[in-house]
């Protein structure tokens, strides 16, 4: 049986419980080359393919990733979609701290919001919700990034189509997005995701400013390199790669690491940690 998405609503508030995300082992780098705070600017144009991560982006990401953790813990989810590249890192961070209680599955959306690769990511979602098929109801989770919002609309659009296949099903889906304002003040596509609604189905959209996407479109950082050959999407490794910080010391340095995603997941796990500590309504659960 699936989630009653009203029963839940009805149900007592509680404190949701989250485990902490902190890595085990300390993350190796080198520094580069460091300056004094006022010279970042220059150390960039030094460094061209690093990219500059502040305390305060960071902060401003890990408390909305709580955010959305507390409410999956408080709003249990059947599975989770993870767009890929968008909602990779934001993902991996939300598993562990909801304790690994739900399936997800990667989706390759890379270019997902053309047309063309309409027919492959439909089919990649029916096949991976099939062995759900047998549940009365579904409560959907999609975690991702967004700036303008066409490629959460275009995933709305082609679960809606997707539907079909699970047509007694009642399927309710809430995207979370990761957006920042430097473009817009809120991803202004992602009001047609209610077009989309229909019998069974529902879309809800969760909405968590930060104040920076910090790996958005970033190979390194994310740690894949999308690849296509004859229309095929291939995602690659590519972890080797240098990001602009500041030291303990309130000097700024250039860090290379060659796992750098795990450095960049580093960082956002201790403001997690520390985000998680300062929540008076989160219980905090060792991560065992």
Not at 41 to 51: G, I, P, T, V, W
Request: aromatic share 8%; net charge negative.
């Amino acid at each position: 049986m699936g989630y009653d998405v009203r029963q839940l609503e009805q149900q007592p508030a509680v404190r949701p419980e989250v485990a902490n995300p902190m890595l085990v082992q300390p993350v190796q780098y080198n520094i580069l080359e460091a300056a004094p705070p006022e010279l970042v600017y220059e150390l960039k144009e030094s460094f061209k393919d690093a990219r500059i991560i502040t305390r305060e982006q960071i902060d401003s990401y890990a408390d909305q990733l709580v955010a959305v953790a507390s409410n999956l813990a408080e709003r249990p989810i059947d599975l989770m979609i993870v767009p890929y590249r968008g909602g990779l890192t934001p993902s991996l961070h939300l598993q562990v701290m909801n304790k690994f209680k739900y399936p997800h599955f990667p989706l390759g959306f890379s270019r997902g919001s053309q047309e063309r690769n309409r027919q492959s990511i439909e089919d990649e979602l029916v096949w991976n919700l099939e062995r759900f098929r047998e549940r009365e109801k579904l409560l959907i989770g999609i975690i991702d990034t967004a700036i303008r919002g066409d490629s959460s609309l275009k995933l709305a659009d082609i679960l809606n189509s997707a539907k079909r296949h699970f047509y007694k099903q009642q399927w309710r889906i809430v995207f979370h997005l990761l957006h920042s304002d430097e473009k817009y003040p809120t991803p202004p596509l992602v009001k047609g995701i209610a077009n989309f609604n229909a019998e069974r189905l529902w879309f809800e959209v969760e909405l968590h400013k930060v104040a920076s996407l910090l790996v958005e479109d970033w190979d390194e950082g994310i740690g894949l390199r999308a690849a296509w050959q004859n229309g095929i999407c291939y995602y690659r490794t590519t972890t080797d790669g240098q990001v602009i910080s500041k030291l303990p010391d309130g000097s700024v340095a250039v860090l290379h690491s060659n796992n750098l995603p795990v450095l960049i997941h580093s960082f956002i796990a201790h403001s997690v940690t520390d985000s998680m500590l300062t929540n008076p309504a989160l219980s905090l659960k060792p991560n065992n």
